[in-house]
């Protein structure tokens, strides 16, 4: 079982539309967690991060957490264009000090006019 | 600008060649750490440094993988006898401080074996 689990995709949404994007990861012990983005060819760029259960909003986009079902989840309201890209979830391993981040495969986004 | 400062952005090397990748990171932080990216997945954890230390290596990094970071500023992260296999997107990444904030990458070095 990998660590941190994503669908693939692609997921296409029409413009305007409600984009979700899901991650399952397998420590129970990991305590922080990161949606970011990544366009084709350049680097990933953070989008949100959580740390406690519930739902953790800005602007356009809100997280989801659910410790107990080591679930995380991205929602994209009135999602547009530029929002097509890859999204990759990444739970935090370890502990103190030590922050050492995996990556799911990420999940590709399509969003059509 | 992301502020971690990544060279070079692109290399193309033919097998057996050894290559070098620099990091800078943003001043203040004093984590750092190498990733890869192969085409289709995530970023793999290959290597950490708080300061100049290396406090973990990935155990699927081969010997032919070496990084070093000797002020606890830039980084290095060298490839000795490439193979295809190699060719890859490698990140940096650095935070600041302790605790679990996120990761600040880098642009990138594109590193393709011929």
């Known amino acids: 079982q990998k660590e941190v689990e994503q669908n693939s995709g692609p997921l296409s949404v029409p413009e305007g539309a409600i984009a979700s994007l899901n991650c399952t990861y397998s420590?129970?012990?990991?305590?922080?967690f990161f949606w970011y983005r990544q366009y084709s060819g350049k680097s990933p760029e953070l989008i949100m991060s959580i740390y406690s259960n519930g739902d953790k909003e800005d602007g356009r986009f809100t997280a989801q957490l659910n410790k107990a079902s080591q679930y995380v989840s991205l929602l994209i309201r009135d999602s547009q264009p530029s929002d097509s890209a890859t999204y990759l979830c990444?739970?935090?391993?370890?502990?103190?000090?030590?922050?050492?981040?995996?990556f799911g495969a990420g999940t590709r986004l399509a969003v059509h006019p | 600008d992301t502020g971690v400062s990544q060279n070079p952005r692109h290399k193309i090397t033919k097998r057996g060649q050894n290559v070098t990748f620099r990091c800078d990171p943003i001043?203040?932080?004093?984590?750092l750490y190498w990733y890869r990216q192969t085409l289709g997945q995530g970023p793999e954890f290959l290597t950490y440094f708080q300061n100049e230390a290396q406090l973990e290596k990935s155990r699927l990094l081969s010997d032919r993988f070496s990084a070093e970071r000797p002020k606890g500023s830039f980084s290095t992260l060298e490839i000795q006898r490439t193979e295809q296999g190699d060719s890859a997107m490698y990140l940096c990444a650095t935070v600041q401080g302790f605790g679990n904030s996120p990761l600040h990458f880098g642009n990138g070095t594109r590193l393709t074996v011929t």
């Open positions: 990444a739970v935090n391993i370890g502990e103190g000090g030590y922050n050492k981040l995996i």
């Open positions: 420590d129970r012990g990991s305590q922080s």
């Open positions: 001043s203040e932080h004093n984590r």
